[in-house]
């Protein structure tokens, strides 16, 4: 019926209540402000009749009952939205809990860097500057002051990148991506395809997270999840690189 398809669409719907097959079925609307009114579901009882004959008491109850489903199904959404907000800062906060500075930066003047000092060590810090890495592809201490401008493999693709160690980082980040890609045809919606695009549109396009999760139709909840397990993906193939690298030195 059109108020299915209305209700499918999220439009919002002035029916009351309408039968549909063996079932009365309410529109439920959202009341926030993003939804300002907009159809968020229904609830569907069991008709005792083609005809939609209830009494006043029974309206009251059907009425409540509606409003507390609209609200439990907006706070659940509310929910998912500060969930993938918090997702999104847990690699922050955890950074800052173990110290950024002597996590994700190569260490200070104080110390003669060694390439690869104790970077490969503590699997969890070399994740930790991997993400750190990747968040500031385009600029930002995370990339131009990382411990991983130490590798190997980065020393390695110096003259490559004309000596400059941040483009060499740059070079061997997008290697080691360009590794997850699928072979054949380039199709982003197939699910083999997801972490590389996740990879591609966040940190070489530098896509928000609410625009990529759109073009690959995730939730963005769905999406930080992915995200996390497409870094450590890539986390996987540096030290892959960094052990090959080691071993032809």
């Known amino acids: 019926t059109s108020q299915i398809r209305q209700l499918a669409a999220g439009d919002e719907v002035d029916t009351p209540a309408y039968p549909w097959q063996s079932y009365w079925l309410v529109p439920l609307t959202g009341q926030r402000r993003a939804n300002g009114g907009s159809a968020i579901g229904a ?4 008709s005792r009749g083609d005809v939609i004959d209830l009494s006043e008491d029974e309206q009251t109850v059907l009425e409540v009952s509606a409003r507390r489903a609209a609200q ?10 500060i969930y993938a907000a918090l ?29 690869g000092s104790d ?6 810090q070399f994740n930790d500057q991997v993400r750190a890495a990747l968040r500031h ?16 493999a980065v020393q390695s693709a110096l003259e490559a990148n004309d000596a400059n160690a941040t483009n060499a980082l740059r070079a061997v980040l997008v290697d080691a991506i360009e590794m997850l890609r699928p072979e054949g045809e ?19 396009k530098g896509l928000k997270v609410r625009e990529a999760a759109h073009r690959l139709a995730l939730s963005e909840p769905d999406f930080y999840r992915k995200q996390r397990l497409a870094i450590d993906m890539i986390a996987d193939v540096l030290w892959e690189m960094e052990r090959a690298c080691r071993s032809q030195s």
């Open 137 to 152: 592809y385009w600029g930002g201490p995370g990339l131009t002051k990382s411990r991983l401008l130490e590798l190997c």
């Open 72 to 81: 439990a199904l907006e706070d659940m959404a509310l929910q998912s939205e």
């Open 119 to 124: 970077l490969t060590e503590d699997r969890n």
């Open 186 to 204: 380039r199709r982003p919606l197939n699910p083999e395809w997801t972490l590389y695009s996740i990879l591609e549109l966040r940190y070489l």
């Open 43 to 46: 609830l569907g009882i069991q």
């Open 87 to 115: 997702e999104g800062l847990l690699p922050q906060i955890h950074l800052n809990r173990r110290s950024a500075v002597d996590i994700e930066y190569r260490p200070g003047r104080t110390r003669v860097p060694q390439i």
